[in-house]
T-cell receptor
């Protein structure tokens, strides 16, 4: 079983749609959670951290369910510019703690 | 401010040749990471340094791979000899402190081994 699992997609949605991505992680001791965004042929960039109480940044909402070891990202009113791959990232306390990246979920927003 | 700088951006080489990838982290960042990304395996951590000291190299595929960080502003990842299966995008990233901090990625080096 992979440490971080995501639905690879692709998710094809029209502009203005609401889309949700899910992610599960296997290490119950994980402490830090993030969503990164990667545009085609570019480097990953931090989109937002994920806090236990849930957090929102404009059209983006991230939630964490520690009991189910589940992280989600909700994008409201999607824009063409949201088209990218979204990477779920979890830290692990093994070996000094390092970030484990999911395979990513591809989003394509169409006009 | 300059971000993480990597060179070369593209590298095409023949099997058996030595390949050296270079990285300059963001000034003031104490942690540096080397990742490899492929379609099949996604983004994998190869090795990371904290204050120029290698902390975890468990992701380094085999002895053909080596990494150094001689000072706070420079790191290299070397593959010798290179093989076609090493073809991938290699990213360098840096962060201010402990690994849980936000990591800033460089633009990557696209390596093709023929």
């Amino acid at each position: 079983r992979k440490e971080v699992e995501q639905d690879p997609g692709p998710f094809n949605v029209p502009e203005g749609a609401t889309v949700a991505f899910n992610c599960t992680y296997s290490n119950s001791a994980s402490q830090s959670f993030f969503w990164y965004r990667q545009d085609c042929r570019k480097e990953p960039k931090l989109l937002m951290s994920v806090y236990s109480s849930g957090n929102e940044d404009g059209r983006f909402t991230a939630q964490l369910n520690r009991a189910s070891q589940y992280i989600s990202l909700l994008i409201r009113d999607s824009k063409l510019s949201d088209s990218a791959t979204y990477l779920c990232v979890v830290n692990t306390l093994r070996q000094g703690g390092k970030l484990i990246f999911g395979q990513g979920t591809e989003l394509s927003v169409k006009p | 401010d300059a971000g993480v700088i990597q060179s070369p951006r593209h590298e095409v080489t023949e099997m058996g040749q030595e390949v050296t990838l270079r990285c300059k982290p963001i000034s003031g960042h104490n942690s540096l990471f080397w990742y490899r990304q492929t379609m099949m395996r996604g983004l994998e951590l190869l090795i990371y340094f904290n204050n120029n000291v290698p902390i975890d190299d468990s992701g380094m595929p085999e002895d053909r791979f080596s990494a150094k960080m001689p000072n706070a502003s420079f790191s290299t990842l070397k593959i010798q000899p290179s093989e076609p299966r090493d073809s991938a995008v290699y990213f360098c990233a840096s962060s201010l402190g402990p690994v849980q901090e936000t990591q800033y990625f460089g633009p990557g080096t696209r390596l093709l081994v023929l």
